[in-house]
């Protein structure tokens, strides 16, 4: 069973920054793709971002610049950096992980973490 775990959501001030993470349970590069989600109360879960096995990265228009995917393979472990942040980006994050088996595409999401961006 396959497991992703969310860390380092929480309260912070619009500007500010954070940085979630996502621990898989097995090698982060057995996935093809891996990815941030959010869902806003009351809006359908979008992508945020998401990072290949070969590295190549994705940024929604509203958080490019301002968020960064990346993966530490030794840990096997998913971060998204978020910086000036804004009310906007208040909602529960993520962690996606797709793989491919015998042609047939499997998804895992983790639990999700709270990010509430308020003054």
């Known amino acids: 069973q396959v497991q992703l775990v969310e860390s380092g959501g929480g309260l912070v001030q619009p500007g500010g920054s954070l940085r979630l993470s996502c621990a898989t349970s097995?090698?982060?590069?057995?996935?093809?793709?891996m990815a941030w989600y959010r869902q806003a109360p009351g809006k359908v879960r979008e992508s945020v971002a998401s990072?290949?096995?070969?590295?190549?990265?994705y940024y929604t228009d509203s958080v490019k610049g301002r968020f960064t995917i990346s993966r530490d393979n030794a840990k096997n472990t998913l971060y998204l950096q978020m910086n000036s942040l804004t009310p906007e980006d208040t909602a529960v994050y993520f962690c996606?992980?797709?793989?491919?088996?015998?042609?047939?595409?499997?998804?895992?999401w983790g639990q999700g973490t709270q990010v509430t961006v308020s003054s």
């Open positions: 996606n992980g797709n793989t491919i088996v015998a042609g047939s595409g499997y998804d895992y």
């Open positions: 990072i290949t096995r070969l590295s190549s990265t």
């Open positions: 097995r090698s982060i590069l057995n996935f093809n793709v």
